[in-house]
C-alpha cells in the first residue's frame, strides 16, 4: 500500500454513459497525475495537478474528459459518454515537489466499457 | 519526439538467474525511473536515477547519459521477482510526467 487510494476499483458501464473516479494522494502530496494503461502498453499520461491547478493536459484527454481537484487535496477524473475505447485502467499518483520527485501509484481503477 | 523503448518485451528466467531489463530514451531527460508493476494494476516505484549507479537488495539501476541508456539488473532472481518492469522518463522542460516504455513482462520459473 502506497498511501495513495482509488475507488471504485472496477467500473463496468454502457456505452454512453458518465463514469467518475476519485483519487485520495499521499495527504502532505502537492503534486497529483493521472495516467491511463491499456493492455499490454505502458501508462500514458494525461492530466496534472500542483496543489488545485490543473498545470497540463496531454492530447489524449479529450473534451469527454474532465479533472479537477478542487482543494488541492482529492481529485476525480470524470468521463463523459464513454465510448469502448475508453476500457482501460486509470492510474492516479502524487508526489512532492522535490529534485527526486518520487511518484506513489494508487492500485488504479479498472474501466470496461460495453 | 521523447520516447523511451524497451527490451525485451518479455523475459522468462530459471529462479536464480541474473536478469537485465534495458531501457533506451531520447536526449535531454532529467531522472529516469523503473517501476514494478503486480497483476491487478499496483504500480511501485524501484529507483529514480539521473546519473550513476544504484543498488536496493538484489535489485541494481545503471544509467548512461552518453549512451541514453539504462539497466535493471535482478540477481539471483525469485519467483516473487515475476511482474512487469518499466522503464519512464521525466523529460527536462515538463512537470514532471513520466513518459513510460511500453514494458518488460518477467517471469521467473521455480
Known amino acids: 500500500d502506497t498511501g495513495v487510494s482509488q475507488n471504485p476499483r472496477h467500473k463496468i458501464t454502457k456505452r454512453g454513459q458518465n463514469v467518475t473516479f476519485r483519487c485520495d494522494p499521499i495527504s502532505e502530496h502537492n503534486r497529483l497525475y493521472w495516467y491511463r494503461q491499456t493492455l499490454g502498453q505502458g501508462p500514458e499520461f494525461l492530466t496534472y495537478f500542483q496543489n488545485e491547478a490543473q498545470l497540463e493536459k496531454s492530447r489524449l484527454l479529450s473534451d469527454r474528459f474532465s479533472a479537477e481537484r478542487p482543494k488541492g487535496s482529492f481529485s476525480t477524473l470524470e468521463i463523459q459518454r464513454t465510448e469502448q475505447g475508453d476500457s482501460a485502467m486509470y492510474l492516479c499518483?502524487?508526489?512532492?515537489?522535490?529534485?527526486?520527485?518520487?511518484?506513489?501509484f494508487g492500485p488504479g481503477t479498472r474501466l470496461t466499457v460495453l | 519526439k521523447n520516447e523511451v523503448e524497451q527490451s525485451p518485451q518479455n523475459l522468462t528466467a530459471q529462479e536464480g538467474e541474473f536478469i537485465t531489463i534495458n531501457c533506451s530514451y531520447s536526449v535531454g531527460i532529467s531522472a529516469l525511473h523503473w517501476l514494478q508493476q503486480h497483476p491487478g494494476g499496483g504500480i511501485v516505484s524501484l529507483f529514480m536515477?539521473?546519473?550513476g549507479k544504484k543498488k536496493h537488495g538484489r535489485l541494481i539501476a545503471t544509467i548512461n547519459i552518453q549512451e541514453k541508456h539504462s539497466s535493471l539488473h535482478i540477481t539471483a532472481s525469485h519467483p516473487r521477482d515475476s511482474a512487469v518492469y518499466i522503464c519512464a522518463a521525466i523529460y527536462g522542460g515538463s512537470q514532471g510526467n513520466l513518459i513510460f516504455g511500453k514494458g518488460t513482462k518477467l517471469s521467473v520459473k521455480p
Open positions: 536515477l539521473s546519473s
Open positions: 499518483a502524487s508526489s512532492l515537489a522535490s529534485r527526486s520527485n518520487t511518484q506513489y
